[in-house]
């Protein structure tokens, strides 16, 4: 287990609504991303923050959009639903491990748009 | 730019067989290269890293090796369980450029049947 938390587990949307999916980093860890996992795929970046800034971007458009606060945890925000939004949301909080920085992903969010 | 590439599955095995799923990458710069596994219904778990060239990740029971000379990180075990059916990904962390975010492949499915 990371110690990376995610909420809500499951979650089902209407096409055009909003939603907010949450995250609480791992102690300690101050870098949180974001990546989006369709169904049979790997995961692909959303966006990552450090220290409360957007720190890089994935190919994702602007109605993605994400907070860190500064505890560290963070939300990603999804505007105008589409039916290709339905997918796995990974939130990743980064460490060091043996001298290397590495992400520890949480277990996820399953996010279903009808 | 990165990009990761796994071999196709599913792989299917019997137990205590031997295992290889292939990974090759394109990189600029100097990646450091991991293996994820996510079993069914759960988030990606780290398997092993490495971070330069010779370098052997090892965890498990799993090995893999950093080969730069063909670009590759192939995930090896000796003797799989029926526990070690998951889907497998490589991925890397392109260290000599913007180094935030990691690129993944599109995962093999493993079945160890017992």
């Known amino acids: 287990e990371t110690g990376v938390t995610q909420s809500p587990t499951h979650l089902i949307k209407t096409r055009g609504q909003q939603v907010t999916l949450r995250c609480s980093s791992q102690s300690g860890h101050n870098t949180v991303s974001w990546y989006q996992q369709a169904l049979g795929q790997g995961p692909q970046f959303i966006f990552q923050?450090?220290?409360?800034?957007?720190?890089g971007r994935g190919n994702f458009p602007p109605r993605f959009s994400g907070l860190q606060f500064p505890n560290y945890s963070s939300e990603l925000n999804v505007n105008a639903l589409e039916l290709d939004d339905s997918a796995l949301y990974l939130c990743?909080?980064?460490?060091?491990?043996?001298?290397?920085?590495?992400?520890?992903f949480g277990p996820g969010t399953r996010l279903l748009v009808l | 730019g990165n990009s990761v590439t796994q071999m196709e599955g599913p792989v299917t095995l019997s137990e205590e067989a031997f295992l290889t799923i292939n990974c090759t990458y394109t990189a600029t710069g100097y990646p450091s290269l991991f293996w994820y596994v996510q079993y069914p219904g759960e988030g990606l778990q780290l398997l092993l890293k490495?971070?330069?060239?010779?370098d052997k990740g090892s965890n498990k029971g799993f090995e893999a090796t950093y080969r730069k000379e063909t670009t590759s990180f192939h995930l090896e075990k000796g003797s799989v369980q029926v526990s070690d059916s998951a889907v497998y990904f490589c991925?890397?962390?392109?260290?000599?450029?913007?180094?935030?975010?990691?690129?993944f492949g599109k995962g093999t499915l493993l079945t160890v049947n017992p």
């Open positions: 990743a909080s980064t460490g060091s491990a043996g001298g290397m920085e590495t992400q520890y």
């Open positions: 923050y450090y220290r409360e800034e957007e720190n």
């Open positions: 490495a971070t330069k060239a010779d």
């Open positions: 991925a890397l962390i392109n260290r000599g450029g913007s180094n935030y975010k990691l690129t």
